[in-house]
């Protein structure tokens, strides 16, 4: 699932503080030992076979990064610079028009408050 993924942007996959995969909370449904750590490389691919395959996407983002209880506030740096990374990596080649949209979840609904 999309919330057993640390997008690895500057190092976020060395900050292990932030996985949360222990303690008696899991934010993650899927319950993986470890979290996946997707480095930019990795979306890359993903976007030269989605202009391969004439597709588009729709990616699901990580809603547990940094959370250790479900009365905590989201840490949204990591979805922040994905989706920097991602607007910016159009001068370097990712054909970005073939993001569909962004999901998120996480049964967040209760959690999110405005700013």
């Not at 996985?19 to 993650?28: D, E, L, V």
């Not at 250790?68 to 080649?93: P, R, W």
């Amino acid at each position: 699932g999309e919330d057993s993924v640390i997008y690895n942007i500057s190092g976020e996959c060395y900050e292990p503080e932030k996985w949360n995969i222990t303690g008696p909370y899991y934010c993650s449904e899927v319950k993986p030992p470890n979290y996946f750590c997707m480095n930019m490389t990795r979306w890359q691919q993903i976007f030269e076979f989605l202009d391969a395959a004439n597709l588009q996407l729709v990616y699901g983002l990580n809603a547990c990064y940094g959370r250790k209880s479900n009365d905590e506030m989201m840490d949204i740096s990591n979805i922040d610079a994905l989706l920097q990374y991602t607007a910016t990596a159009s001068n370097i080649g990712f054909n970005i028009s073939r993001i569909r949209g962004f999901e998120f979840g996480n049964g967040m609904a209760n959690h999110i408050e405005s700013q």
